[in-house]
């Protein structure tokens, strides 16, 4: 299945506020902390972090599709209007792998959420 | 040297006609004879109006064999007429070649006999080859060859001047239709391994810009370190030189290593996206000069 390509308008930045009061509809935030992954500030993935680095665990990953994810993520295109696809905000920490968010974004982009932005927390704003 | 100015052939044969005929007339034997100029006047009247003047030229030169016109009168008509500005000015290449005809006469006059043969039939093949080219490209031109071949023939014997004719009087380049060809895809990709970046493109051989610091390591987690570790600098500076040569190209392929940490991967985007230090585009896309701000993300090794 590898290389997997993953088509990106890329908006990037450190730490960049949010923009806050932006209908829902448009958007998505996936924060992939150190122990989880969460969505619109709901948790949805327990990440294995007994490695000392945090890790898909293997019953939630079906190759790179995270499956509670998908089930999530495919729940949310319901509550989408207007034809528009909405823009995933990927938040994750500076230290986070990208294995991980390959595996993120590869499962938003299954459940048809193509578009991302994408902030680092933890790193000072510039 | 105006008459090529002229919009109607049938004028512009006259006009030349008048032009060689008084010409031939100034000269000592042996003369232009009138039925070449004849042949040549209707040779060109039926051909392309693009051809025309280089037909009558070619025929004119040969049927001129011996007269003074391939003498010094003929540098004389060269030069005044790049003195007076009275010829086609709006190509490069019309410039290029009236120097070049002069050229031609100086690098002629320089040589011993024995080698001018063989010079000018080479220069003259270099000629005929630049300004298909420029035909090719959508230039019209008439004078060039006549320039080239009285430069040329001045050198020579009468015994030569066929070899130069056959070159001249080759099919001249069939000028295609305007077409937009599309610029070639510059299939940027930039894999970021442990070891520092390799970037790839269509036109380049690989660049690889290793770690600032062995194994890329980043201590303490912050900007500082991300860009002590890598090479981004050195990234945006490739960066740079292919938007150069591909301004309008946007995308870039990114190919992480799957442990590479995220901030590393969104500051290569950053990098990749947009130069700070130049102006602003049009489109106000980017802050600074934007350089390939869509991002392709690959899954790249496990």
Same mark, same amino acid.
């Given at each position: 299945?590898?290389?997997?390509?993953?088509?990106?308008?890329?908006? #990037?930045?450190?730490?960049?506020?949010?923009?806050?009061? &932006?209908?829902?509809?448009?958007?998505?935030?996936?924060?992939?902390? $150190?122990?989880?992954?969460?969505?619109?500030?709901? &948790?949805?993935?327990?990440?294995?972090?007994?490695?000392?680095?945090?890790?898909? &665990?293997?019953?939630?990953?079906? $190759?790179? #599709?995270?499956?509670?994810?998908?089930?999530? #993520?495919?729940?949310?295109?319901?509550?989408?209007?207007?034809?528009?696809?909405?823009?995933?905000?990927?938040?994750?920490?500076?230290?986070?792998?990208?294995?991980? #968010?390959?595996?993120?974004?590869?499962?938003?982009?299954?459940?048809?959420?193509?578009?991302?932005?994408?902030?680092?927390?933890?790193?000072?704003?510039? | 040297?105006? =008459?090529?100015?002229?919009?109607?052939?049938?004028?512009?044969?006259?006009?030349?006609?008048?032009? @060689?005929?008084? =010409?031939? !007339?100034?000269?000592?034997?042996?003369?232009?004879?009138? !039925?070449?100029?004849?042949?040549?006047?209707?040779?060109?009247?039926?051909?392309?109006?693009? +051809?025309?003047?280089?037909?009558? @030229?070619?025929?004119?030169?040969?049927? *001129?064999?011996?007269?003074?016109?391939?003498?010094?009168?003929?540098?004389?008509?060269?030069? %005044?007429?790049?003195?007076?500005?009275?010829?086609?000015?709006?190509?490069?290449?019309? +410039?290029?070649?009236?120097?070049?005809?002069?050229?031609?006469?100086?690098?002629?006059?320089?040589?011993?006999?024995?080698?001018?043969?063989?010079?000018?039939?080479?220069?003259?093949?270099?000629?005929?080859?630049?300004?298909?080219?420029?035909?090719?490209?959508?230039?019209?031109?008439?004078?060039?060859?006549?320039?080239?071949?009285?430069?040329? !023939?001045?050198?020579?014997?009468?015994?030569?001047?066929?070899?130069? @004719?056959?070159?001249?009087?080759?099919?001249?380049?069939?000028?295609?239709?305007?077409?937009?060809?599309?610029?070639? /895809?510059? +299939?940027?990709?930039?894999?970021?391994?442990?070891?520092?970046?390799?970037?790839?493109?269509? %036109?380049?051989?690989?660049?690889?810009?290793?770690?600032?610091?062995?194994? *890329?390591?980043?201590?303490?987690?912050?900007?500082?370190?991300?860009?002590?570790?890598?090479?981004?600098?050195?990234?945006?500076?490739?960066?740079?030189?292919?938007?150069?040569?591909?301004?309008?190209?946007?995308?870039?392929?990114?190919?992480?290593?799957?442990?590479? /940490?995220?901030?590393?991967?969104?500051?290569? @985007? +950053?990098?990749?996206?947009?130069?700070?230090?130049?102006?602003?585009?049009?489109?106000?896309?980017? /802050?600074?000069?934007?350089?390939?701000?869509?991002?392709?993300?690959?899954?790249?090794?496990?």
């Amino acid at each position: 299945m590898r290389p997997m390509f993953l088509i990106l308008w890329a908006n #990037l930045g450190f730490a960049d506020p949010l923009e806050d009061g &932006k209908d829902a509809v448009d958007a998505v935030h996936v924060v992939v902390t $150190a122990d989880a992954i969460a969505v619109d500030g709901k &948790k949805v993935v327990t990440l294995d972090t007994s490695s000392g680095i945090s890790r898909i &665990k293997e019953t939630d990953l079906k $190759a790179h #599709l995270i499956e509670p994810l998908f089930d999530h #993520l495919n729940g949310l295109r319901g509550e989408t209007s207007g034809g528009q696809t909405p823009v995933v905000t990927l938040e994750a920490l500076p230290e986070t792998r990208f294995h991980v #968010l390959r595996a993120v974004m590869s499962t938003a982009g299954q459940a048809e959420l193509g578009a991302f932005k994408f902030v680092v927390t933890g790193m000072p704003v510039e | 040297m105006s =008459a090529l100015r002229s919009p109607f052939p049938a004028l512009r044969s006259l006009l030349w006609l008048a032009w @060689m005929l008084s =010409a031939c !007339a100034a000269t000592s034997a042996p003369t232009c004879d009138d !039925a070449e100029i004849i042949t040549a006047l209707a040779a060109a009247d039926a051909a392309p109006a693009d +051809n025309q003047v280089r037909i009558v @030229m070619g025929w004119l030169d040969l049927a *001129c064999t011996g007269t003074e016109l391939r003498g010094e009168r003929a540098s004389v008509e060269i030069r %005044e007429a790049i003195a007076r500005e009275d010829v086609r000015k709006d190509s490069s290449a019309w +410039n290029t070649a009236c120097i070049g005809g002069t050229d031609v006469l100086d690098e002629l006059s320089d040589l011993p006999d024995e080698k001018r043969a063989a010079h000018a039939v080479d220069r003259c093949g270099l000629e005929r080859l630049g300004i298909d080219t420029e035909i090719a490209r959508g230039w019209q031109g008439d004078l060039v060859l006549y320039i080239t071949a009285v430069g040329l !023939a001045q050198g020579l014997d009468a015994s030569r001047q066929g070899m130069i @004719m056959d070159i001249l009087r080759r099919p001249v380049a069939v000028r295609p239709e305007p077409t937009t060809v599309p610029p070639e /895809e510059l +299939n940027l990709a930039v894999a970021i391994t442990p070891s520092g970046f390799r970037v790839t493109a269509s %036109e380049v051989d690989p660049v690889d810009l290793p770690c600032k610091q062995k194994g *890329c390591t980043i201590e303490p987690r912050d900007i500082q370190s991300v860009r002590a570790a890598y090479d981004f600098e050195g990234l945006r500076r490739v960066a740079k030189k292919l938007k150069d040569r591909h301004p309008a190209e946007k995308n870039v392929i990114i190919v992480p290593h799957g442990d590479l /940490e995220y901030v590393v991967v969104v500051e290569s @985007m +950053n990098v990749l996206r947009e130069d700070p230090s130049g102006p602003a585009d049009a489109d106000g896309e980017c /802050e600074g000069r934007c350089l390939f701000p869509y991002v392709v993300l690959a899954g790249g090794a496990p």
